[in-house]
Protein backbone atom coordinates (compact mmCIF):
# COMPACT_ATOMS: atom_id res chain seq x y z
CA UNK A 1 0.00 0.00 0.00
CA UNK A 2 1.45 3.29 -1.19
CA UNK A 3 1.64 6.24 1.41
CA UNK A 4 -1.12 8.38 -0.25
CA UNK A 5 -3.93 5.60 -0.60
CA UNK A 6 -2.35 4.54 3.30
CA UNK A 7 -3.73 8.65 4.09
CA UNK A 8 -6.67 8.12 2.80
CA UNK A 9 -8.15 4.95 4.60
CA UNK A 10 -10.65 6.37 6.65
CA UNK A 11 -9.67 3.37 9.71
CA UNK A 12 -6.34 5.46 9.20
CA UNK A 13 -7.39 8.89 9.46
CA UNK A 14 -9.89 7.98 12.31
CA UNK A 15 -7.37 6.94 14.42
CA UNK A 16 -4.75 9.82 13.52
CA UNK A 17 -8.07 12.30 14.73
CA UNK A 18 -8.55 10.33 17.77
CA UNK A 19 -4.75 10.42 18.61
CA UNK A 20 -4.62 14.19 17.55
CA UNK A 21 -7.77 14.33 20.24
CA UNK A 22 -6.40 12.57 23.07
CA UNK A 23 -3.50 14.26 23.29
CA UNK A 24 -4.19 18.14 23.06
CA UNK A 25 -8.08 18.78 23.02
CA UNK A 26 -9.23 19.10 26.98
CA UNK A 27 -13.00 17.78 26.97
CA UNK A 28 -15.63 19.76 29.05
CA UNK A 29 -17.12 17.53 31.75
CA UNK A 30 -15.07 14.60 30.94
CA UNK A 31 -13.37 11.78 33.11
CA UNK A 32 -9.79 11.73 31.76
CA UNK A 33 -9.79 7.59 32.88
CA UNK A 34 -12.46 7.57 30.01
CA UNK A 35 -10.07 9.03 27.36
CA UNK A 36 -7.35 6.63 28.59
CA UNK A 37 -9.09 3.43 28.60
CA UNK A 38 -10.56 4.37 24.85
CA UNK A 39 -10.50 6.80 22.46
CA UNK A 40 -13.16 9.55 22.10
CA UNK A 41 -15.49 8.63 20.03
CA UNK A 42 -15.74 10.32 16.77
CA UNK A 43 -18.96 11.74 15.83
CA UNK A 44 -19.47 12.56 12.28
CA UNK A 45 -22.95 12.95 11.15
CA UNK A 46 -26.39 13.89 11.89
CA UNK A 47 -29.68 13.90 10.15
CA UNK A 48 -33.02 14.26 11.77
CA UNK A 49 -32.87 12.78 15.32
CA UNK A 50 -30.13 10.11 14.58
CA UNK A 51 -26.42 11.28 15.16
CA UNK A 52 -23.42 8.86 13.18
CA UNK A 53 -19.76 8.23 13.74
CA UNK A 54 -17.91 5.56 13.40
CA UNK A 55 -19.88 2.90 11.26
CA UNK A 56 -23.02 3.71 14.34
CA UNK A 57 -26.23 5.05 14.06
CA UNK A 58 -27.54 5.93 17.23
CA UNK A 59 -31.28 7.25 17.88
CA UNK A 60 -30.29 10.82 19.69
CA UNK A 61 -32.84 10.81 22.28
CA UNK A 62 -30.96 13.77 23.98
CA UNK A 63 -31.18 16.20 21.46
CA UNK A 64 -27.59 16.54 21.87
CA UNK A 65 -27.86 18.31 24.87
CA UNK A 66 -31.00 19.12 24.68
CA UNK A 67 -30.68 21.37 22.40
CA UNK A 68 -31.13 19.89 18.92
CA UNK A 69 -35.37 21.06 18.99
CA UNK A 70 -35.87 21.13 15.40
CA UNK A 71 -33.67 17.84 14.55
CA UNK A 72 -29.87 17.52 12.81
CA UNK A 73 -29.22 18.73 9.22
CA UNK A 74 -31.78 21.20 7.98
CA UNK A 75 -30.58 22.28 4.34
CA UNK A 76 -32.75 25.62 5.03
CA UNK A 77 -30.40 26.08 8.49
CA UNK A 78 -27.44 25.40 6.15
CA UNK A 79 -28.56 27.86 3.92
CA UNK A 80 -29.32 30.79 6.22
CA UNK A 81 -25.99 30.79 8.22
CA UNK A 82 -24.17 30.49 4.27
CA UNK A 83 -26.01 33.48 2.71
CA UNK A 84 -26.25 35.18 6.37
CA UNK A 85 -22.18 35.14 5.92
CA UNK A 86 -22.05 35.98 2.44
CA UNK A 87 -23.84 39.14 3.58
CA UNK A 88 -22.21 40.21 6.61
CA UNK A 89 -19.66 37.64 8.25
CA UNK A 90 -19.55 39.45 11.63
CA UNK A 91 -20.09 42.66 12.85
CA UNK A 92 -20.35 43.81 16.62
CA UNK A 93 -23.58 45.09 18.78
CA UNK A 94 -21.32 47.62 20.55
CA UNK A 95 -21.73 51.43 21.06
CA UNK A 96 -25.38 51.35 19.64
CA UNK A 97 -24.76 49.53 16.07
CA UNK A 98 -26.83 46.73 15.42
CA UNK A 99 -27.54 44.30 12.47
CA UNK A 100 -31.07 43.26 10.48
CA UNK A 101 -31.17 39.93 11.76
CA UNK A 102 -30.60 41.02 15.62
CA UNK A 103 -33.10 43.65 15.39
CA UNK A 104 -35.32 41.37 13.53
CA UNK A 105 -34.29 38.40 16.12
CA UNK A 106 -35.44 40.74 19.57
CA UNK A 107 -38.66 41.81 17.99
CA UNK A 108 -39.91 37.97 17.22
CA UNK A 109 -38.80 36.83 20.20
CA UNK A 110 -40.63 39.69 22.28
CA UNK A 111 -43.65 38.26 20.22
CA UNK A 112 -43.70 35.28 21.82
CA UNK A 113 -42.34 36.18 25.19
CA UNK A 114 -44.64 35.91 28.54
CA UNK A 115 -46.24 39.37 28.20
CA UNK A 116 -43.76 41.81 30.33
CA UNK A 117 -40.54 40.58 29.20
CA UNK A 118 -39.59 42.72 26.88
CA UNK A 119 -35.59 43.73 26.67
CA UNK A 120 -33.17 41.02 24.90
CA UNK A 121 -29.45 41.29 25.02
CA UNK A 122 -27.68 38.51 22.99
CA UNK A 123 -24.88 36.24 24.65
CA UNK A 124 -23.41 32.70 23.56
CA UNK A 125 -24.48 30.33 25.93
CA UNK A 126 -26.59 29.61 28.56
CA UNK A 127 -23.62 30.58 31.38
CA UNK A 128 -23.05 33.97 29.80
CA UNK A 129 -26.88 34.74 29.83
CA UNK A 130 -26.94 33.62 33.39
CA UNK A 131 -24.35 35.85 34.28
CA UNK A 132 -25.61 38.53 32.34
CA UNK A 133 -29.04 38.00 33.80
CA UNK A 134 -27.25 38.10 38.03
CA UNK A 135 -24.66 41.62 36.93
CA UNK A 136 -28.37 43.05 35.92
CA UNK A 137 -30.01 41.91 38.66
CA UNK A 138 -26.90 43.27 41.13
CA UNK A 139 -27.02 46.51 38.84
CA UNK A 140 -30.80 47.13 38.90
CA UNK A 141 -30.80 46.64 42.86
CA UNK A 142 -27.99 49.42 43.37
CA UNK A 143 -29.52 51.95 40.48
CA UNK A 144 -32.34 51.52 42.99
CA UNK A 145 -30.76 52.54 46.07
CA UNK A 146 -30.74 49.14 47.34
CA UNK A 147 -26.72 48.46 47.13
CA UNK A 148 -27.22 45.64 49.92
CA UNK A 149 -29.76 43.39 47.92
CA UNK A 150 -26.40 41.21 46.54
CA UNK A 151 -27.42 37.50 47.81
CA UNK A 152 -28.76 34.78 45.27
CA UNK A 153 -30.82 32.31 46.10
CA UNK A 154 -30.74 28.91 44.43
CA UNK A 155 -31.54 25.09 45.06
CA UNK A 156 -30.25 21.56 45.25
CA UNK A 157 -29.95 19.87 42.13
CA UNK A 158 -29.66 23.08 40.20
CA UNK A 159 -27.29 24.25 37.26
CA UNK A 160 -27.06 27.20 35.69
CA UNK A 161 -23.63 27.26 34.00
CA UNK A 162 -19.70 26.85 34.20
CA UNK A 163 -18.74 30.82 34.18
CA UNK A 164 -17.43 31.24 38.09
CA UNK A 165 -20.54 33.10 39.10
CA UNK A 166 -22.93 30.25 37.63
CA UNK A 167 -21.22 27.64 38.66
CA UNK A 168 -21.58 29.20 42.54
CA UNK A 169 -25.22 28.93 41.82
CA UNK A 170 -25.57 25.44 40.53
CA UNK A 171 -25.84 22.13 42.83
CA UNK A 172 -23.16 20.82 42.07
CA UNK A 173 -20.33 21.11 44.94
CA UNK A 174 -17.66 19.95 43.01
CA UNK A 175 -17.89 22.07 40.92
CA UNK A 176 -16.99 25.04 43.40
CA UNK A 177 -14.70 23.06 45.37
CA UNK A 178 -12.42 21.96 42.64
CA UNK A 179 -11.40 25.52 41.98
CA UNK A 180 -11.64 26.64 45.38
CA UNK A 181 -14.54 29.24 44.78
CA UNK A 182 -15.92 31.24 47.68
CA UNK A 183 -19.47 33.27 47.21
CA UNK A 184 -18.93 35.07 50.39
CA UNK A 185 -22.38 34.40 51.80
CA UNK A 186 -23.89 35.81 48.65
CA UNK A 187 -25.61 32.52 47.57
CA UNK A 188 -27.67 30.56 49.85
CA UNK A 189 -28.92 27.37 48.58
CA UNK A 190 -32.65 25.42 49.81
CA UNK A 191 -33.98 22.40 48.79
CA UNK A 192 -35.29 21.58 45.52
CA UNK A 193 -39.32 20.47 44.73
CA UNK A 194 -37.85 17.14 44.27
CA UNK A 195 -40.48 15.30 45.87
CA UNK A 196 -39.19 11.84 44.66
CA UNK A 197 -35.67 11.95 46.58
CA UNK A 198 -36.13 14.56 49.35
CA UNK A 199 -40.22 14.48 49.47
CA UNK A 200 -40.03 11.93 52.73
CA UNK A 201 -44.26 11.15 54.05
CA UNK A 202 -45.08 14.10 52.39
CA UNK A 203 -47.75 13.73 49.72
CA UNK A 204 -46.18 15.91 46.03
CA UNK A 205 -48.62 19.12 46.23
CA UNK A 206 -47.75 19.49 50.04
CA UNK A 207 -43.85 19.23 49.14
CA UNK A 208 -44.27 21.72 46.60
CA UNK A 209 -45.55 24.01 49.00
CA UNK A 210 -43.22 22.92 51.72
CA UNK A 211 -39.89 23.29 49.12
CA UNK A 212 -41.08 26.88 48.15
CA UNK A 213 -41.14 27.88 51.71
CA UNK A 214 -38.55 27.05 52.24
CA UNK A 215 -37.02 29.79 50.17
CA UNK A 216 -39.36 32.78 52.09
CA UNK A 217 -37.28 30.97 55.56
CA UNK A 218 -34.44 31.69 53.92
CA UNK A 219 -35.53 34.76 52.82
CA UNK A 220 -36.34 35.89 56.22
CA UNK A 221 -33.49 34.28 57.42
CA UNK A 222 -31.18 36.62 55.55
CA UNK A 223 -33.29 39.77 55.69
CA UNK A 224 -35.10 40.75 52.27
CA UNK A 225 -32.84 43.70 51.89
CA UNK A 226 -29.77 41.21 51.79
CA UNK A 227 -31.36 38.98 48.54
CA UNK A 228 -31.33 40.00 45.43
CA UNK A 229 -33.22 37.16 43.31
CA UNK A 230 -34.14 33.59 43.32
CA UNK A 231 -32.52 31.68 40.37
CA UNK A 232 -34.53 28.74 39.17
CA UNK A 233 -34.87 26.31 36.60
CA UNK A 234 -39.17 25.54 35.72
CA UNK A 235 -37.49 22.04 35.76
CA UNK A 236 -33.82 20.67 37.01
CA UNK A 237 -32.74 19.29 33.34
CA UNK A 238 -29.18 18.19 34.03
CA UNK A 239 -29.43 16.49 37.55
CA UNK A 240 -32.27 14.53 36.70
CA UNK A 241 -35.11 16.13 35.01
CA UNK A 242 -36.23 17.43 38.42
CA UNK A 243 -40.21 18.18 37.69
CA UNK A 244 -41.50 20.20 40.62
CA UNK A 245 -45.33 19.86 42.11
CA UNK A 246 -48.31 22.00 40.46
CA UNK A 247 -48.34 23.51 44.25
CA UNK A 248 -44.63 24.52 43.90
CA UNK A 249 -43.97 27.73 40.74
CA UNK A 250 -46.90 29.68 41.94
CA UNK A 251 -45.95 29.65 45.84
CA UNK A 252 -42.56 31.11 44.86
CA UNK A 253 -43.80 33.58 42.50
CA UNK A 254 -45.86 34.81 44.93
CA UNK A 255 -42.88 34.49 47.88
CA UNK A 256 -40.83 36.68 45.36
CA UNK A 257 -43.54 39.46 44.82
CA UNK A 258 -44.39 39.57 48.82
CA UNK A 259 -40.76 40.01 49.32
CA UNK A 260 -39.48 42.41 46.50
CA UNK A 261 -37.08 39.87 45.39
CA UNK A 262 -36.57 39.17 41.78
CA UNK A 263 -37.35 36.01 40.08
CA UNK A 264 -34.96 34.81 37.51
CA UNK A 265 -36.45 31.93 35.33
CA UNK A 266 -33.56 30.20 33.59
CA UNK A 267 -35.43 28.77 30.75
CA UNK A 268 -32.10 27.34 28.64
CA UNK A 269 -33.62 23.74 28.59
CA UNK A 270 -37.06 24.64 29.05
CA UNK A 271 -37.67 27.48 26.71
CA UNK A 272 -39.15 27.82 23.09
CA UNK A 273 -41.36 24.84 23.61
CA UNK A 274 -39.74 21.94 25.08
CA UNK A 275 -42.42 21.44 28.19
CA UNK A 276 -45.75 22.04 25.02
CA UNK A 277 -45.68 25.82 25.97
CA UNK A 278 -43.17 28.55 24.27
CA UNK A 279 -42.04 28.74 28.14
CA UNK A 280 -42.26 26.46 30.91
CA UNK A 281 -43.80 29.69 32.78
CA UNK A 282 -46.70 28.97 30.93
CA UNK A 283 -46.58 25.27 31.41
CA UNK A 284 -46.37 25.90 35.67
CA UNK A 285 -48.39 29.17 35.33
CA UNK A 286 -46.02 31.57 36.68
CA UNK A 287 -44.30 34.94 35.64
CA UNK A 288 -40.15 35.81 36.11
CA UNK A 289 -38.87 39.21 36.21
CA UNK A 290 -36.37 38.22 34.05
CA UNK A 291 -35.47 35.13 31.72
CA UNK A 292 -32.33 32.48 30.27
CA UNK A 293 -32.75 31.09 26.80
CA UNK A 294 -30.08 29.76 24.88
CA UNK A 295 -30.10 25.67 23.67
CA UNK A 296 -33.46 25.83 21.59
CA UNK A 297 -33.35 29.50 20.51
CA UNK A 298 -30.64 27.97 17.44
CA UNK A 299 -31.37 24.38 18.09
CA UNK A 300 -27.81 23.84 18.70
CA UNK A 301 -27.31 25.04 14.87
CA UNK A 302 -25.04 28.23 16.11
CA UNK A 303 -24.34 29.44 19.89
CA UNK A 304 -26.42 32.36 20.47
CA UNK A 305 -27.85 32.92 24.12
CA UNK A 306 -30.76 35.34 25.33
CA UNK A 307 -30.99 37.43 28.78
CA UNK A 308 -34.10 38.30 28.92
CA UNK A 309 -35.33 41.09 31.34
CA UNK A 310 -38.71 43.46 32.08
CA UNK A 311 -39.26 47.16 30.62
CA UNK A 312 -39.51 47.80 34.44
CA UNK A 313 -35.78 46.81 34.90
CA UNK A 314 -34.07 47.61 31.67
CA UNK A 315 -35.79 51.14 31.96
CA UNK A 316 -33.59 51.24 35.37
CA UNK A 317 -30.20 49.53 34.28
CA UNK A 318 -30.23 51.63 31.58
CA UNK A 319 -31.54 54.92 33.19
CA UNK A 320 -28.92 56.69 34.28
CA UNK A 321 -26.35 57.94 31.37
CA UNK A 322 -23.51 55.74 32.55
CA UNK A 323 -22.63 52.63 29.87
CA UNK A 324 -23.75 49.17 30.49
CA UNK A 325 -20.37 47.92 31.00
CA UNK A 326 -20.82 44.43 29.72
CA UNK A 327 -21.04 42.40 26.61
CA UNK A 328 -18.74 40.37 24.21
CA UNK A 329 -17.52 40.82 21.04
CA UNK A 330 -19.96 38.12 18.92
CA UNK A 331 -23.26 39.41 20.97
CA UNK A 332 -25.80 39.59 18.31
CA UNK A 333 -23.47 37.95 15.68
CA UNK A 334 -25.24 38.57 12.39
CA UNK A 335 -25.05 35.04 11.23
CA UNK A 336 -26.08 33.19 14.42
CA UNK A 337 -28.88 35.76 15.02
CA UNK A 338 -30.54 34.63 11.27
CA UNK A 339 -30.14 30.97 12.20
CA UNK A 340 -31.95 31.73 15.38
CA UNK A 341 -34.65 33.53 13.28
CA UNK A 342 -34.74 30.66 10.84
CA UNK A 343 -34.95 27.83 13.90
CA UNK A 344 -38.33 30.36 15.00
CA UNK A 345 -39.78 29.92 11.67
CA UNK A 346 -39.33 26.29 11.24
CA UNK A 347 -40.51 25.54 14.96
CA UNK A 348 -44.05 28.08 14.01
CA UNK A 349 -44.41 26.78 10.30
CA UNK A 350 -44.50 23.21 11.50
CA UNK A 351 -46.30 24.08 14.50
CA UNK A 352 -44.01 22.29 16.69
CA UNK A 353 -44.96 23.51 20.15
CA UNK A 354 -48.23 22.37 19.46
CA UNK A 355 -46.95 18.65 18.30
CA UNK A 356 -45.41 18.93 21.73
CA UNK A 357 -48.35 20.02 23.45
CA UNK A 358 -50.74 17.47 21.86
CA UNK A 359 -49.43 15.09 19.28
CA UNK A 360 -46.15 13.56 20.10
CA UNK A 361 -45.31 14.93 23.65
CA UNK A 362 -48.59 12.79 25.11
CA UNK A 363 -47.63 9.74 23.20
CA UNK A 364 -44.12 10.28 24.70
CA UNK A 365 -45.49 10.04 28.08
CA UNK A 366 -48.09 7.36 27.40
CA UNK A 367 -45.31 4.76 26.22
CA UNK A 368 -42.52 6.16 28.59
CA UNK A 369 -44.69 5.37 31.98
CA UNK A 370 -44.84 1.79 30.99
CA UNK A 371 -40.68 1.63 32.34
CA UNK A 372 -42.67 2.29 35.49
CA UNK A 373 -43.66 -1.43 35.75
CA UNK A 374 -39.62 -2.20 35.74
CA UNK A 375 -38.41 -3.14 39.27
CA UNK A 376 -35.41 -0.77 38.59
CA UNK A 377 -37.70 2.13 37.83
CA UNK A 378 -39.44 4.06 40.51
CA UNK A 379 -40.62 7.02 38.57
CA UNK A 380 -40.90 8.41 35.32
CA UNK A 381 -42.02 12.03 35.21
CA UNK A 382 -42.61 13.91 32.02
CA UNK A 383 -43.77 17.30 30.52
CA UNK A 384 -43.63 17.79 26.82
CA UNK A 385 -40.93 16.06 25.75
CA UNK A 386 -39.08 15.82 28.85
CA UNK A 387 -38.76 13.15 31.31
CA UNK A 388 -36.80 11.76 34.06
CA UNK A 389 -36.81 8.15 34.68
CA UNK A 390 -35.79 7.92 38.48
CA UNK A 391 -33.86 4.76 39.42
CA UNK A 392 -34.64 3.16 42.32
CA UNK A 393 -33.62 0.27 45.24
CA UNK A 394 -36.91 0.12 46.39
CA UNK A 395 -40.23 1.48 45.08
CA UNK A 396 -41.85 1.51 48.41
CA UNK A 397 -39.77 3.25 50.36
CA UNK A 398 -38.29 4.85 47.13
CA UNK A 399 -34.58 4.68 48.33
CA UNK A 400 -31.65 5.39 46.35
CA UNK A 401 -28.71 3.39 45.41
CA UNK A 402 -25.93 5.64 46.20
CA UNK A 403 -24.63 7.69 43.87
CA UNK A 404 -21.07 6.37 43.72
CA UNK A 405 -22.69 3.45 42.12
CA UNK A 406 -23.39 5.16 39.06
CA UNK A 407 -26.84 3.51 38.30
CA UNK A 408 -27.91 6.11 35.68
CA UNK A 409 -24.19 5.48 33.97
CA UNK A 410 -24.79 1.73 33.91
CA UNK A 411 -28.50 1.79 32.33
CA UNK A 412 -27.07 4.99 29.88
CA UNK A 413 -24.22 2.82 28.66
CA UNK A 414 -26.83 -0.31 27.95
CA UNK A 415 -29.18 2.04 26.17
CA UNK A 416 -26.10 3.35 24.26
CA UNK A 417 -25.55 -0.57 23.63
CA UNK A 418 -29.18 -0.59 22.01
CA UNK A 419 -28.42 1.88 19.88
CA UNK A 420 -30.42 4.80 22.04
CA UNK A 421 -28.46 8.25 23.63
CA UNK A 422 -29.82 8.31 26.72
CA UNK A 423 -28.41 10.84 29.75
CA UNK A 424 -27.46 9.45 33.28
CA UNK A 425 -27.74 12.16 35.71
CA UNK A 426 -26.82 10.06 39.24
CA UNK A 427 -29.88 8.11 39.89
CA UNK A 428 -31.98 9.25 37.43
CA UNK A 429 -31.64 9.05 33.07
CA UNK A 430 -32.99 12.37 31.34
CA UNK A 431 -34.42 11.93 28.20
CA UNK A 432 -35.20 15.24 25.83
CA UNK A 433 -35.47 14.28 21.84
CA UNK A 434 -36.06 16.10 18.81
CA UNK A 435 -39.73 18.09 18.53
CA UNK A 436 -39.57 15.90 15.47
CA UNK A 437 -39.21 12.92 16.66
CA UNK A 438 -41.98 9.76 15.11
CA UNK A 439 -44.14 7.63 17.20
CA UNK A 440 -42.23 4.53 15.73
CA UNK A 441 -38.90 6.41 17.04
CA UNK A 442 -40.74 7.16 20.11
CA UNK A 443 -41.22 3.32 20.13
CA UNK A 444 -37.86 2.24 19.17
CA UNK A 445 -36.47 4.32 22.25
CA UNK A 446 -39.07 2.94 24.72
CA UNK A 447 -38.11 -0.83 24.04
CA UNK A 448 -34.26 -0.03 24.28
CA UNK A 449 -34.86 1.82 27.04
CA UNK A 450 -36.72 -1.40 28.69
CA UNK A 451 -33.70 -3.41 27.31
CA UNK A 452 -31.32 -1.54 28.54
CA UNK A 453 -32.98 -1.63 32.25
CA UNK A 454 -33.03 -5.68 31.90
CA UNK A 455 -29.67 -5.48 30.83
CA UNK A 456 -28.38 -4.31 33.40
CA UNK A 457 -30.55 -5.74 36.07
CA UNK A 458 -29.38 -9.16 34.79
CA UNK A 459 -25.71 -7.80 35.54
CA UNK A 460 -26.61 -6.80 38.83
CA UNK A 461 -28.01 -10.16 39.48
CA UNK A 462 -25.73 -12.17 38.10
CA UNK A 463 -22.88 -9.72 40.83
CA UNK A 464 -25.48 -10.33 43.81
CA UNK A 465 -26.38 -6.50 43.68
CA UNK A 466 -30.07 -7.29 43.10
CA UNK A 467 -32.58 -7.73 45.38
C1 LIG B 1 -30.62 25.05 32.93
C2 LIG B 1 -29.28 25.36 32.33
N1 LIG B 1 -28.79 26.60 32.49
C3 LIG B 1 -27.61 26.95 31.96
C4 LIG B 1 -26.85 26.04 31.24
C5 LIG B 1 -25.54 26.45 30.68
O1 LIG B 1 -25.61 26.57 29.31
P1 LIG B 1 -24.28 26.55 28.42
O2 LIG B 1 -23.71 25.16 28.52
O3 LIG B 1 -24.76 26.89 27.06
O4 LIG B 1 -23.37 27.56 28.99
C6 LIG B 1 -27.35 24.75 31.05
C7 LIG B 1 -26.58 23.77 30.29
O5 LIG B 1 -26.87 22.60 30.23
C8 LIG B 1 -28.58 24.39 31.62
O6 LIG B 1 -29.07 23.16 31.48
Known amino acids: MNKTSKMDDPAVTMARLQALDRRYHLHPFTDPQALVQAPPFLMETAEGCYVSGQGIRLLDAMAGLGCVNIGYGRKEMVETAASAMEQLS ?29 R ?6 GSEANETLIKLALMYWRRKGKPKKRVFITRDYS ?27 EVARVVAPFWYRDGGDM ?20 GADKVAAVIAEP ?38 GRTGAWFAQQTYGFKADMMALAKGLSSGYFPISAAVISDEIADVVTAESAIM ?93 RGVIARPAGNAIVLCPPFIIKRGEVDYMVASMMDALNDTLALMKQQGIWP
Open 90 to 118: YYHSFAAVTNPAAAALAGKLVSLMPEGLN
Open 120 to 125: VFFANS
Open 159 to 185: YHGSTIATSLLGGNDEMIADYGLDAHG
Open 203 to 222: DAETFGLHAARAIEQKIVEL
Open 235 to 272: IQGTLGAVMPPDSYWPEVERICRRHNVLLIADEVVTGL
Open 325 to 417: NHGFTTSAHPVGCAVALKNLDILERENLVDRVANDIGPYFATRLVELEKHPLVGEVRVRGLIAGIELTRNKQTREQYPVNFNLGGHVGHAAMI
